[in-house]
């Protein structure tokens, strides 16, 4: 079993910035990535982010690229969003995932290769 906390949500005003983090504990050393998810209200909830622990490899979605980054303090099990210049449509509940094993052949934009999830952290931006 894998734990997931993620912390750094609030409210913020367009143009603002938050850090998210996400720690993994227990089982982790199967993990082979971590990714980030949102959902927003009405919607389906969407990839944003990814990184392997073994690497240089990140992943963005288009709608965040050059706005958002992620890292990773493998010592702490730990990957953080930095969110920068931040929109409306930004607005969702922010959720850390865990791949393990490679995701079974899934993308790491796939919410499918994920196994484990936290509880998820509100971001809002003001307009």
């Known amino acids: 079993q894998v734990q997931v906390v993620e912390s750094g949500g609030g409210l913020v005003q367009a143009g603002g910035s938050l850090r998210l983090s996400c720690a993994a504990s227990?089982?982790?050393?199967?993990?082979?990535?971590m990714g980030w998810f949102r959902q927003a209200p009405g919607k389906e909830r969407e990839f944003v982010t990814a990184?392997?622990?073994?690497?240089?490899?990140?992943y963005y979605a288009d709608s965040v690229k050059g706005r958002f980054t992620i890292s990773r303090d493998n010592a702490k099990n730990t990957v953080y969003l930095q969110m920068n210049s931040l929109k409306p449509e930004d607005t969702a509940v922010y959720y850390c995932?865990?791949?393990?094993?490679?995701?079974?052949?899934?993308?790491?934009?796939?919410?499918?290769?994920?196994?484990?999830w936290g509880q998820g952290t509100q971001v809002t931006v003001s307009s």
């Open positions: 995932a865990v791949q393990m094993m490679d995701g079974s052949g899934y993308s790491v934009r796939s919410s499918l290769g994920y196994t484990y």
């Open positions: 227990g089982r982790t050393f199967s993990s082979s990535a």
């Open positions: 990184i392997k622990w073994r690497g240089p490899s990140t």
